[in-house]
């Protein structure tokens, strides 16, 4: 006969069974009972300083009444029990968050704050302290000296729809840009909340981000931006070559100025002069970059994760005054060229020309080049490289242009012209690549284009 297993012991009652064992909080006439170990778990709190300060009644008692809200108590209570507390909506965080000063359980509100709920124009957003924070400095960050209280839910009188593109860049995707109005309001956006990369990516795809073609065969590929001048952060603008030269600055020096430690006041010293020199070897360096006579590339680098970006501008209704020498054998190749600026344009190139140390234009640019692979589209017909223009541009200038002390300049109106940006001998050069324009009246008139159906279907205003 087999022995018979004997049935297990029945498991001891929980301490908490015990209803002496419970602190009783009468939470506005609701009863809470809650065990010792649940008052100390976020300790010290409100409930350690009155149930176990032997000087107080509550402490004999084990009783305390206290007029808050019993609804907001209960997850309170859940929190000393050792349970993740969320909240429901951007009223009950305020509630939470109120509460959890009050009763000062430091770790539910270090939990709270984790979560922040965003009013935009009625439509709530729930999202993580994290995220929000990204792309910082920005203007959430003005709210982080208020978010342990956050009293009031945050409203922005904003565009809903926007925000959540907004959201999308915190939180690491890329927006999908749907058209050019699209961009403007979201660049809006971008500026509002201070997303300065955001503004930088948007910035340079005010037209597009492209590779342009080497021009020498040794060369690699090189990254190109177009963009509007008015778009342009001028403190981005850079010269090819400075960057590189920053870098390297410090390879020669005996002390790291990125590197703190202790030494001596003579120590110190030392390295202060150390910097000094170098940012003075810095400045000599570019300041002899910008008067070479070789012509330098003028770059912008908006951000440190993108390789700096060859720069173009797009320029608009301006005038070039083409200027063929007048010799059989001359070029059209030259610098001699004037471009007219508008008040807009001239004003931002001189910001640009005081980013980088060069000579002030003025509102006739004299170094204005002529790209040997332009694309020119001049009085309705379109010229591929200086081997079609040059013959053009010769024979307008022989029967219309007004002879000038360096020649013959053709007079001509640019529509819209693309413009790679340079410096040389302390100068801003202009070359132009493309470029759509015409020599008359009467060939312009020739481009003017009838009002459609449909506006001629508009009513009268």
């Not at 087999?2 to 419970?22: C, E, H, V």
Request: glycine share 4%.
């Amino acid at each position: 006969m087999s022995s018979m297993i004997p049935a297990p012991k029945p498991l001891p009652p929980l301490a908490t069974s015990d209803p002496r064992s419970f602190y009783t909080i009468v939470v506005s006439g609701e009863n809470f009972p809650v065990t010792l170990s649940a008052i100390q778990y976020d300790a010290p709190n409100f409930f350690t300083e009155i149930f176990l300060n032997q000087l107080r009644e509550e402490c004999t008692s084990r009783v305390m009444y206290i007029d808050r809200n019993p609804d907001v108590f209960r997850d309170i209570v859940k929190h000393m029990q050792g349970y993740y507390v969320a909240a429901k909506d951007e009223v009950h965080l305020e509630n939470l968050m109120m509460d959890a000063h009050f009763f000062k359980l430091k770790r539910l509100i270090s939990s709270l704050r984790q979560t922040m709920f965003v009013n935009v124009s009625g439509t709530i957003f729930k999202v993580s302290r994290e995220t929000i924070l990204n792309d910082a400095p920005n203007f959430f960050v003005l709210l982080e000296p208020f978010a342990d209280r956050n009293l009031t839910p945050t409203f922005f009188c904003r565009s809903p729809e926007l925000f959540k593109d907004i959201l999308s860049h915190l939180q690491g995707y890329e927006i999908h840009i749907r058209d050019k109005t699209h961009r403007s309001n979201l660049l809006k956006e971008a500026r509002y909340f201070k997303l300065n990369n955001l503004i930088s990516k948007l910035s340079l795809g005010t037209e597009y981000v492209y590779s342009g073609f080497p021009t020498k065969s040794e060369e690699r590929v090189k990254p190109e931006v177009t963009m509007l001048l008015k778009n342009i952060k001028f403190k981005y603008v850079i010269v090819k070559g400075t960057r590189e030269f920053a870098k390297e600055s410090y390879k020669g020096s005996s002390e790291d100025p990125n590197r703190s430690g202790s030494g001596t006041p003579g120590d110190v010293s030392m390295k202060d002069n150390s910097v000094t020199t170098n940012k003075e070897k810095i400045l000599e360096h570019n300041r002899a970059l910008v008067q070479s006579v070789e012509l330098q590339d003028v770059l912008y680098k908006p951000t440190a994760d993108i390789e700096p970006l060859a720069l173009l501008v797009e320029l608009s209704t301006i005038e070039l005054f083409a200027i063929w020498p007048g010799s059989v054998n001359s070029s059209m190749l030259g610098d001699q060229h004037l471009l007219v600026y508008r008040d807009q344009d001239l004003t931002c190139l001189k910001k640009i020309c005081k980013q980088l140390a060069l000579q002030q234009p003025t509102m006739a640019a004299n170094i204005v080049q002529l790209s040997p692979n332009i694309f020119f589209h001049l009085d309705g017909q379109a010229y591929k490289g200086h081997e079609e223009l040059e013959p053009i541009i010769r024979k307008l200038a022989l029967t219309s242009a007004k002879v000038t002390p360096p020649g013959r300049a053709l007079r001509l109106v640019l529509g819209r012209t693309l413009v790679k940006v340079g410096c040389k001998s302390g100068q801003l050069v202009m070359t132009i690549v493309k470029a759509e324009g015409w020599s008359s009246d009467k060939e312009y008139n020739a481009c003017r284009q009838y009002l459609s159906d449909d506006m001629r279907d508009v009513p009268a205003v």
